[in-house]
């Protein structure tokens, strides 16, 4: 929503309590395109369609809350990424923001790879037949168990977070017999422009080896001497909902400093450079997310030109986007459940979710916004905040945003850009059902992850 400082005159309604103006937008039922999924529109009877499918039916048919992913928004997003990058470079999409086996088969279809961060991320990787070679593994705390399996596995990359797992992994792959192809995971140290439970390319943080006071460098110094590992270069991700570009430019810029200082010391250049994930993308009509084309070109330039100047070979690229994929192609719809206008200062529209499926609004501050979809409305807008059913008063979904004062108890709501890290971060808080995922494409509805049972929860609780 748009927000400013308080003009003269603002009707008292659109005065949100820190002091800010929201306008509500020119028209309630229209869908601003930044942030709802290619195929979503409205209908003739004004009810909002996906892959021309009305959510109405959708709500009777899946339920509500629910998630739904707009399959060929999804890979649409997949191959403009691949061809930003082109034939001489990587993308592996990150499968922290969503991953399900169907995502899997997509990832392959479409030609990317994957970042996996966990046990439970690999093995749902390779069970939905993601080749080993393609999937390159993170993490700051890996167990020797998960390395274990990632190498007798062939993982294609382990991105090595500290000193103690340089040693860790090349143990394992040894006495596996293997020699493991591994990048070291740098912190360069800029301040990504982003929250800062998100951003990790400062020094005062859990991830990485700092290029600082040479701590990289020796990194490489000791992964060089090691049998069990092949270094074959170097990861920076320095954060997350990034809009800038600068910080993405001053890490290739280092890394490849990084690769020019390997080469003089060791005489090797490592072939590989890994940039990471972060780009940031549209929440609300407010955010203007860049363009894969844009990034691909920007860093392109800068590696190439910091190559030449240092007289490398460039390296080979590669980036992991999880939000800029999957973040845009779903939204989460609600139904709308009591209404409770509060006299001066704003209604709260509850839904039969919240932060349980969405913890982002409580945790980052993230900013959403909302609308009525089951039918239009010409009725005034009315200042809301949607919240959910949960037992606390930080249980928001969008904190500021206006919708048809007409609104009723069993309307439809949906919130767009919720595919990314909303049903990877869903949690069972009061033992809430975590919402199916249900993939659209083309008329047609599929689940992809189904929704939890009050079984599901029985069945964990062994006391
Ligand atoms: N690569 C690495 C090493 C990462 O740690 C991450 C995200 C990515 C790639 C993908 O970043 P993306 O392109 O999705 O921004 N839960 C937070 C985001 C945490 C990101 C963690 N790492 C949120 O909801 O905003």
Redesign the pocket.
Known sequence: MSRSAHPAGPRHADVLPDGHYAAPPADLNSLDEKVWSRTVGRNDDGVVTVAGLEVTRLAEEFGTPAYFLDEADFRARCRAWADAFGQDADVFY?G??FLSRAVVRWLQEEGLNL?V?SGGELTTALDAGMPAERIAF?GNNKTVEEIERAVRAGVGRI?LDSFQEIVRVAHIAQSLGKRQPVLIRVTVGVEAHTHEF?A?AHEDQKFGIALAGGQAAEAVRRALKLDGLELLGIHS?IG??IFDMAGFEVSARRVVQLLAEIRDEHGVELPEIDL????GIAYTSDDDPREPQEIAKALGEIVTRECESASLRSPRISV?????IVGPTAFTLYEVGTIKPLEGLRTYVSVDGGMSDNI?TAL?D?EYTVALVSRTSTAEPMLVRVVGKHCESGDIVVKDAFLPADLAPGDLIAVPATG??CRS?ASNYNHALRPPVVAVRDGQARVIVRRETEEDLLRLDVG
């Not at 990471?276 to 780009?279: A, I, Q, S, V």
């Not at 992991?320 to 800029?324: F, I």
Request: charged share 20%.
């Open positions: 990150a922290k923001a970042d961060c993170h991105v998100i990790t991700h997350s909902q990471g994930g972060g780009l992991e986007p999880g939000r800029a982002r980052y993230a990314a890290y971060m």
